[in-house]
């Protein structure tokens, strides 16, 4: 069985021995691309493929199934695989398991509270994805959701201390531009919509969304700087909490209308496709997007908005006229520009400027890249969009 390492190795693991092969500087190279594209596809067709399979599901015909039901079985479905992961790690040895869940959950119960709070937050984001694609068409909904990016971009200069560039903020001016066409567009009925869809809660929706999303992923890159954690047993915490949150929430919102027609009413194999998205999509992209640099990242969000876009026009008869693609193309440009790296010249004078002000545990050292950016998706400590309740190493797989 072989293993890519760093610096481009493979160790090869044989009868009473590893060996470790150089691979060829072209070999890895080739081999490091092929990685990119591959985490490209993945975080593309995730970001796009879960909001068109919320909307599918939430526009058919028939019973309509209740959104804090799939939210509370995304959770389940997460943590009953990362339990499973656990399990493998420790070579299917349940005491040893038994042993360390003890220890990481409940002795160390500290770290363990420590996520109650952006648990909340994003069950209470899932629940306000829901409402806000029930109400908005799939492409104007991955428009002005990213405006995760401006509140994660606040948030994070406000609790952590850090500086952005002339370019981000003028790309964040350009990214609430983009948003503010598309919703005029939206308002002045661009594109017919059903008689029970309300835009003005889809949009409310989508804004206290990103909100708690920007909140929740500086919060939690806050809270556990240091933590020495895996994901899987971070994500496995997030889905104990998740899914009592989620009961919970399921209780005071649609409590009596589920236990009336049942937990899985109006469950369809498209809502199942939901859930499943939503359980193991996450989990899927947390592993490959430590191989994707922040401009892959936004080069995915672009491409995107643009399939997501596509697809509503064939899909659900979505209406493509100028406004909103002029203000998807400034999203989409904004986006793009607010991933490019800083410059050299900028980080020292971040750095120079954070030095005269005083020392700071979040500052980054002169010389070295800035820390990853944070978007929608949860992390360890990098959150990636529509991936609640993720964690990468670096937010990490």
């Not at 092969?21 to 970001?47: C, D, F, W």
């Not at 493998?88 to 509270?113: C, S």
Request: hydrophobic share 50%; aromatic share 10%.
């Amino acid at each position: 069985m072989a293993a890519v390492g760093a610096g481009g190795s493979t160790a090869t693991a044989g009868p009473g021995a590893v060996s470790t092969v150089s691979l060829e500087p072209g070999t890895a190279s080739a081999a490091h691309r092929r990685l990119k594209y591959i985490s490209l596809a993945v975080l593309v067709v995730q970001n796009a493929s879960l909001i068109l399979s919320i909307r599918y599901a939430r526009t058919l015909p028939g019973d309509r199934f209740f959104a804090t039901t799939a939210v509370v079985m995304a959770e389940v479905l997460k943590g009953f695989t990362c339990l499973l992961l656990l399990f493998a790690q420790k070579r299917g040895n349940v005491k040893h398991l038994i042993l360390f869940l003890h220890e990481a959950v409940l002795v160390q119960y500290v770290d363990t509270l420590k996520l109650a709070v952006p648990s909340l937050i994003y069950t209470l984001q899932n629940n306000l994805q829901y409402v806000a694609i029930s109400n908005l068409p799939a492409a104007t909904f991955q428009v002005t959701y990213q405006l995760k990016i401006l509140t994660t971009a606040l948030f994070s200069v406000l609790m952590l201390n850090r500086s952005l560039s002339r370019l981000q903020w003028a790309s964040l001016l350009l990214l609430f531009t983009g948003v503010a066409i598309v919703q005029a567009q939206q308002a002045g009925g661009g594109s017919p919509r059903p008689l029970d869809q309300n835009p003005g809660a889809g949009l409310a929706a989508v804004v206290a969304s990103c909100l708690s999303s920007g909140f929740a992923g500086v919060y939690f890159e806050k809270i556990l700087k240091g933590s020495s954690g895996s994901v899987w047993l971070r994500n496995l915490q997030l889905g104990l909490f998740g899914t009592a949150l989620g009961l919970v929430g399921l209780w005071w919102a649609e409590g009596t209308a589920v236990a009336h027609r049942g937990f899985f009413f109006g469950y369809t194999p498209a809502v199942w496709g939901v859930v499943l998205n939503q359980a193991f999509g996450g989990l899927l992209v947390a592993v490959v997007v430590k191989y994707a640099d922040n401009i892959l990242k936004g080069f995915a969000t672009s491409l995107s908005i643009v399939l997501s876009t596509v697809a509503s026009i064939r899909l659900f008869g979505f209406h493509l006229d100028p406004l909103f693609a002029l203000g998807a193309g400034l999203v989409i440009g904004a986006v793009y520009l607010y991933s490019l790296p800083r410059s050299a010249k900028a980080i020292a004078s971040a750095s120079a400027s954070a030095a005269a002000s005083g020392p700071c545990i979040h500052q980054q050292p002169p010389g070295q890249p800035p820390p990853p950016q944070l978007s929608s998706h949860r992390g360890d400590l990098v959150t990636e969009p529509f991936l609640p309740k993720l964690l990468t190493k670096v937010k990490g797989s």
